[in-house]
């Protein structure tokens, strides 16, 4: 617990406070020479933690011990320091999976006067062939980002019930995509449903991030969907509006490659 409130700099040590407009001396009370930065507290934290356990007769480590279980915590902050998902490894345009896999993008479209929103869906193979495509309504949202990990619940859903297991689950929201990546619980407001999600995903579930740019035909299904009374559902074949976007994603993948 206190790793994870280190890496997030929550720690109220002197240099956090005083980023925090709080007047402090940013100088370590305890070693009274160099500022209490969260490393600095950690290694001070340490050398304290032995020297109560010694006057309150608790077992002590040896010196060399001490220094070793310093190290060790300071590893464990810095290794928790890896840099998440970001924008600059995302693809610009939509890449195909490669062979034996399926690629699902998703993308939600909300209507905040209405608390109404909607899911598009489209699956495609290697080729860049559909093979399934879908419009579906998604009700009493309060958020964009309650529509996006909705339409992940749903996409998932989809591709189950057409019976594919290896699949590239993309989509443009980089909030959702980072909380699906997450290895811990999400104590996010959105994390109920991403926690039905990651139980929905296949063994074989790769989850890219790509630019709106790359995802423009779920995105068109999904503003679609807002306009319907009812859901809509294509198998090996898509609505006509999404014909010239899919065709422009095929041209810019091939001129890449």
């Avoid at 940013?26 to 109560?52: F, L, S, Y």
């Avoid at 590239?168 to 909380?179: I, M, N, P, Y």
């Avoid at 811990?184 to 139980?199: C, N, Q, Y």
């Avoid at 740019?213 to 807002?226: D, E, M, P, Q, T």
């Amino acid at each position: 617990m206190l790793v994870q409130r280190a890496c997030k700099e929550i720690l109220p040590t002197n240099v956090n406070l005083n980023r925090r407009k709080v007047e402090v001396n940013t100088t370590c009370p305890k070693c009274g020479e160099m500022d209490e930065t969260v490393v600095h507290a950690e290694t001070t934290w340490g050398i304290w933690r032995e020297r109560n356990n010694e006057l309150y007769g608790e077992q002590t480590k040896t010196t060399q011990a001490t220094a070793a279980f310093i190290k060790q915590y300071n590893a464990e902050f810095n290794n928790a320091q890896v840099p998440r998902v970001s924008q600059s490894t995302s693809s610009r345009h939509w890449l195909r999976p490669t062979e034996g896999r399926v690629k699902v993008n998703f993308d939600g479209a909300f209507a905040k006067q209405d608390r109404k929103g909607g899911a598009g869906v489209v699956i495609r193979d290697h080729n860049g062939h559909v093979l399934g495509a879908a419009a579906i309504q998604i009700h009493a949202v309060n958020d964009p980002f309650q529509v996006e990990s909705r339409a992940v619940v749903l996409s998932l859903q989809f591709a189950h019930e057409m019976g594919f297991t290896n699949i590239d689950l993309e989509g443009d929201c980089l909030t959702v995509v980072r909380s699906l990546k997450m290895t811990t619980m999400d104590l996010s407001p959105i994390g109920v449903i991403i926690e039905e999600a990651r139980k929905r995903m296949f063994h074989s579930c790769n989850v890219p991030h790509v630019l709106r740019s790359g995802n423009r035909v779920a995105h068109k299904l999904a503003r679609h969907s807002i306009l319907l009374e009812n859901d809509e559902f294509w198998v090996e074949e898509f609505l006509a509006v999404i014909a010239e976007t899919l065709h422009d994603d095929c041209i810019q993948y091939l001129s890449n490659e």
